[in-house]
Antibody
Framework: QVQLQESGRGLVKPSQTLSLTCTVS??????????WSWIRQSPGKGLEWIGY???????YYNPSLQSRVSISQDTSKNQFSLKMRSVTDADTAVYYC???????????????????WGQGILVTVSS | ETVMTQSPDTLSVSPGDRATLSCRAS??????VAWYQQRPGQAPRLLIY???TRATGIPARFSGSGSGTEFTLTISSLQSEDFAVYYC??????????FGQGTKLDIK
């Protein structure tokens, strides 16, 4: 059974860069079949999808965040990471990494549901 | 952006009774809807995908239905561990996945 675990700094100053890593066990991020996503949850905005990476290093981001966000992977460590630049108070949230099963496909893309989640990490933006 | 609106915000039900939770999409999402359960201090857990397919290990008392813009999650015979917050998610209208705001299921 796949397990995901987030790690990183829980306190970030405004205007700085948020950096988180997700370590995956019980499954490989190098194989086809799943996307590896970041999702956040805040009292004000609820659950918000941030973006995903596929083993080919293809990435997609929430259009509202894509100018500040990047997701990368380190297959040798079975990890994927999130960087979010120029953070503000509005970026304070619990950040989850999750595995997506992209089983619904159209002619141009595949999407799906999140079948495994990490426990989440609270990131607070404050000076 | 497809807005997912859940109702009610809070539902109070007695253990052993049935709970019916609703989710409405602002435009058609066919049957590309998933439901999640979130207990306090935990991550969301996948319950249902494709509107009506139970995820692995999910008890049969959980069922989903609907298509287009109207969806329902039904929990028959509520157990104590079912009192939690439930979210719907659409994955039909790319390039953005969106979630509902959640329904809190309370013990009556």
């Amino acid at each position: 059974q796949v397990q995901l675990q987030e790690s990183g700094r829980g306190l970030v100053k405004p205007s700085q860069t948020l950096s988180l890593t997700c370590t995956v066990s019980g499954g490989s991020i190098s194989g086809a079949g799943y996307y590896w996503s970041w999702i956040r949850q805040s009292p004000g905005k609820g659950l918000e999808w941030i973006g995903y990476i596929y083993y080919t290093e293809t990435t997609y981001y929430n259009p509202s965040l894509q100018s500040r966000v990047s997701i990368s992977q380190d297959t040798s460590k079975n990890q994927f990471s999130l960087k979010m630049r120029s953070v503000t108070d509005a970026d304070t949230a619990v950040y989850y990494c999750a595995r997506e099963d992209p089983s619904y496909c159209t002619s141009s893309s595949c999407q799906g549901w999140f079948d495994s989640w990490g426990q989440g990490i609270l990131v607070t933006v404050s000076s | 952006e497809t807005v997912m609106t859940q109702s009610p915000d809070t539902l109070s039900v007695s253990p052993g009774d049935r709970a019916t939770l609703s989710c409405r999409a602002s435009q058609s999402v066919t049957t590309n809807v998933a439901w999640y359960q979130q207990r306090p201090g935990q991550a969301p857990r996948l319950l249902i995908y494709s509107a009506s397919t139970r995820a692995t290990g999910i008890p049969a008392r959980f069922s989903g239905s609907g298509s287009g813009t109207e969806f329902t999650l039904t929990i028959s015979s509520l157990q104590s561990e079912d009192f939690a917050v439930y979210y719907c998610q659409q994955y039909n209208n790319w390039p953005l996945y969106t979630f509902g705001q959640g329904t809190k299921l309370d013990i009556k």
